[in-house]
């Protein structure tokens, strides 16, 4: 376990890399969390092993010179406000799509993480999206969620998981989102304006015409707009 690193200043460093026969598993708390902007420099890129199967909370919070970071498809676990940004600046660090071997996800991981991080589906094992997951993240275009056959454990999507998020660029504008049979809760404000005005069509598998709140909450509850058709998933 690597941890201990939050607020150096690393003066002159810009890249972070292990050894090939690195034995690390996890980036602990707050590990690389505010040590972006130094005197002489900056953290541009830190390359993680592939032993590495958890990233606790913090651990890059906030490192908003950090453009090249290397997940591991193997990490399991990403822990709360991982790369959340608190503070000025746009966070710049690339992520394409989430490690295929992730089950858990902690509160607001991705929140406000920037442009950069580019996200349409969703790993099999996750079981729960918990709260302001990916909110206020641009360029996240999952439009399916969960499944019928058993392919996905998703079951669970929090508050605020997907508000103000999609709202980006990357790729085609979201307009249709499907929401599958193994989703079986749906907290407040789940989906607020995700993709925006482009959002069109929201299907559902476990479909309630009269809007009872079937998820445990109505659909206008879930943040969909009066621009946004809810519809059975056929």
Known sequence: KIQGMSGLTYSGVTHIFFLSDSKITTIGEGCF?????????????????????????NAFTSLTSLKTLTIP???????????????GGEMQVEINELPSALTELG??????????????????????IPTYAFNGLPNCKITSFGSRDGSSALESIGTGAFGYAGTGTWGETITRIEVQSSVVTIYTEAFLNYGGLGLETAAFARYDAANDGVYGVTYSEMGFGEHVNIEALM
């Open 73 to 87: 498809d193997k990490v399991t676990y990403i822990g709360q406000t991982a790369f959340t940004n608190y503070r």
């Open 107 to 128: 509160m607001g991981a991705f929140s406000s993480a920037g442009p950069n991080v580019h996200i349409s589906r969703l790993p099999a094992g996750l079981r729960t």
């Open 33 to 57: 969390q505010n040590i972006g902007d130094t005197p002489d420099g900056t953290i541009e890129a830190i390359y993680l092993p592939d032993t590495v199967t958890r990233i606790e909370g």
